[in-house]
């Protein structure tokens, strides 16, 4: 199919994409975005315990939005990046770490508190390694590129995960050379 030109005198326009299922040169990298935002009820809680100087330092909680940057070399048969439907193992994921959850940094001199809280039937805690946006955008992507390239065989990354607290605080964590020597 030749190339369509939209004005009298322009050189031609490409086609869109190539053909769905088709390999493209190495340089051609496409990028599909799949967004949890705020009103997707991802409501948790935790505290910065080492920020002495703020008031991040106490139990404070936020609605997070996720924002999820798939990158692949081609696309599936229906010309895709990511599939968005096949992705109900990550929202389950995120429901069971980030909805109604207090996360708890592991090394949180607080923690037996917190546990003993939820002993009792007044929360439920998750452990994190660290808290924050910044931690959260890098301990999402661990888990979403292995279950997104188990879900694809491989050809999709996760090459950024963005976590924001609100609309004036974010994080996002970006994986670089994800296709490099492959």
Known sequence: MPPISTTPGRRPLPPAAPPAGSALPAARLFRSIKTYGH????????????????????????ALSFCFT??????????????????????????????????????????????????NGLCEIHIVPQVGC?????????????????????????????VREHGGNSALFTAENLFAGG
């Open 70 to 119: 798939f990158l692949a070399q081609s696309l599936d048969k229906q010309g895709w990046v990511m599939d968005f439907g096949g992705l109900k193992p990550l929202k389950a994921w995120l429901r069971q770490n980030f909805d109604h959850k207090i996360l708890l940094a592991a090394d949180d001199p607080a923690g037996p508190a917190f546990r003993q809280m939820a002993q």
């Open 134 to 162: 910044e931690a959260f955008a890098y301990y999402i992507w661990q888990h979403c590129d292995a279950l997104v390239q188990d879900l694809t065989a491989g050809r999709v990354r996760v090459e950024s995960v963005a």
């Open 39 to 62: 009103e997707a009820g991802f409501s948790c809680c935790f505290r910065q315990w080492r920020a002495e100087h703020s008031h991040c330092r106490f139990l404070h909680g936020y």
